[in-house]
């Protein structure tokens, strides 16, 4: 099977690629290495079975003349970084919708019939109920990244309905691993590194969250994909359970080594306008396909913390 990865060179699209390839087949990755890295596929690029394009997703000509001849989609080019929704309002839309309805339209305009797009939790907004599942609602995102996913979600299931594409639909907790781009792991290592005596933490600290380790969110996706009908369901994505900012932090201290580490808060209960304090996912639907991801949230932070530091 011919495969088409956009941002293939990013931190989970370079881990599906690699996945893909092992399982056999040929993979086009799409990326225009804003965030992506070819480094992170330095090795699948030597084999003949993956081929990595240059190229944006904002411009729909490139896109679909790429695309052409491939038979599946997984769609995870996107800004992945909340805060910079704050000074750049546009990125989102820019990127998140346009992006996405170009990649749709691509599709429809080259016959290719299936499309797995990654979503993420923040299409919850702060939802009443915990764990939140897949059909809670009304869906009321607080950040601009969340609402671009939630429209996103719209057009993918309207170009199921009205061009009958195949589309499966992933909302991602915190996914953590190697090749992570930003993120709190990610930042405390670059704080300590610059002043192994303070960590400032983003907020209170007591914000909790469910991570996920990028091999279990892959696993998943697949998972999904090889058992499910692509009838445009949303998935849940995440770990049996959650974990503490503050316990993050002293897992990163512990696995760097360091001793009285003195903890800084710039206060509230967000690290940055937008952030949701709370987050627990519902999974129930993936483990009813037979889904459970190997690693909760603190062993897959201590995996992740680990691989940074080596």
Not at 93 to 98: E, H
Not at 174 to 198: E, S
């Amino acid at each position: 099977m011919r495969v088409f990865v956009t941002g293939g060179c990013g931190f989970i699209g370079s881990h599906l690629t690699r996945r893909l390839m092992a399982i056999g087949h040929d993979v086009t990755v799409y990326d225009d290495m804003s965030v992506g890295n070819p480094s992170f596929l330095e090795e699948a690029v030597k084999d003949r079975h993956c081929k990595i394009v240059r190229g944006d997703i904002m411009n729909l000509d490139q896109l679909a003349k790429t695309m052409r001849d491939h038979d599946t989609v997984y769609h995870l080019a996107a800004n992945a970084n909340i805060p910079l929704g704050v000074s750049n309002t546009r990125i989102d839309l820019d990127t998140n919708v346009i992006g996405t309805y170009n990649v749709l339209e691509a599709m429809r305009r080259t016959g290719v019939g299936k499309i797995a797009f990654s979503s993420s939790s923040a299409v919850y907004g702060e939802p009443a109920k915990s764990p939140v599942d897949e059909d809670y609602g009304p869906l009321a995102p607080i950040s601009l990244y969340g609402a671009s996913k939630l429209a996103a979600e719209a057009y993918v299931t309207a170009y199921h309905h009205m061009f009958g594409l195949e589309a499966w639909m992933f909302r991602f907790a915190n996914v953590v691993g190697p090749h992570g781009t930003h993120g709190v792991i990610k930042d405390f290592i670059a704080k300590l590194r610059a002043n192994p005596k303070i960590l400032e933490i983003l907020g209170d600290g007591k914000q909790e969250k469910s991570f996920i380790y990028v091999d279990d969110c892959v696993n998943g996706i697949l998972h999904a994909v090889t058992h499910t009908p692509g009838n445009a369901s949303a998935y849940n994505i995440g770990s049996v359970d959650t974990i503490v900012v503050d316990r993050i932090a002293e897992i990163v201290i512990r696995e760097t080594g360091l001793e009285s580490v003195k903890f800084t808060y710039t206060g509230g209960r967000r690290g940055w306008i937008g952030d949701v304090p709370y987050v627990f996912l519902d999974i129930s639907r993936m483990k009813k396909l037979g889904f459970t991801p190997k690693y909760n949230s603190e062993q897959a932070v201590t995996l992740a913390v680990r691989n940074m530091l080596s």
